[in-house]
């Protein structure tokens, strides 16, 4: 199993401009999670899905979007960039979020917005 | 008050000694609490998950107090590799179920 797959592991956007951040899991875990991490700081949660078609917001979802149409895939995407949005991002996924088990994260994506 | 709450540190330690982190959380309500190790510009992994009657791996024991509303990390004979930012973890099983994490702990093991 490949886990938690992200693309693109870096990128740099420019104000204004958009972009898609692709998550993927091999495990099918029907819970999938978006975080962000800004330097020194915990993970604060974007966006989640509890199952393919369904997604809610998070703590902070303003400025991006989510779809879920299958279950491996949960893409992220940032409209309008702004500097605030500069990040690293993670995403994550995990079999069953009432008991103890594991939420595993992919590798993340470093934004950087200019 | 943050919903989860630790020290940012950094713990700077020896080699071979004994730190402990703690971690207070808000909701009385919280049901499931972890422990993620988080290595620089790398993702977080799960340490260790800390069940009401505490629990050991190794080095580390995990502890919680649902009284104080803290759990609490303890590493005994730290290694220079334990070096790394200790994230706590706490599910509310709210709507989502999701996982709020706390600002992480970072420690520094030196030679």
């Known amino acids: 199993n490949a886990g938690v797959t992200q693309t693109p592991k870096f990128r740099i956007l420019k104000i204004g401009q958009s972009m898609t951040l692709q998550c993927t899991q091999d495990?099918?875990?029907?819970?999938m999670y978006w975080y962000r991490q800004d330097p020194g700081m915990g993970l604060k949660l974007i966006y989640y899905s509890v199952g393919a078609g369904i997604t809610d917001k998070g703590e902070v979802p303003n400025g991006y979007n989510v779809s879920r149409s299958t279950t491996e895939d949960f893409p992220l995407r940032l409209e309008l960039a702004a500097p605030s949005q500069t990040s690293v991002y993670f995403c994550?996924?995990?079999?069953?979020?009432?008991?103890?088990?594991?939420?595993?994260f992919g590798p993340g994506t470093r934004l950087t917005v200019t | 008050r943050k919903e989860v709450e630790q020290d940012p540190g950094p713990f700077n330690v020896p080699e071979g000694a004994t730190v402990a982190f703690n971690c207070t959380y808000s909701?009385?309500?919280?049901?499931?609490f972890f422990w993620y190790r988080q290595d620089c510009r790398k993702e977080p992994k799960l340490l260790m998950s800390v069940y009401s009657s505490g629990n050991e791996d190794g080095r580390f024991t995990a502890q919680l107090n649902r009284a104080s509303q803290y759990i609490s990390l303890l590493i005994r004979d730290s290694k220079l590799s334990d070096s790394a930012t200790y994230l706590c973890a706490v599910n509310s099983y709210n709507a989502g179920n999701m996982l709020t994490f706390g600002g992480g702990t970072r420690l520094m093991v030196k030679p």
């Open positions: 495990m099918n875990h029907n819970y």
């Open positions: 994550a996924s995990t079999y069953n979020p009432t008991a103890y088990y594991e939420q595993y």
């Open positions: 909701n009385s309500a919280s049901q499931s």
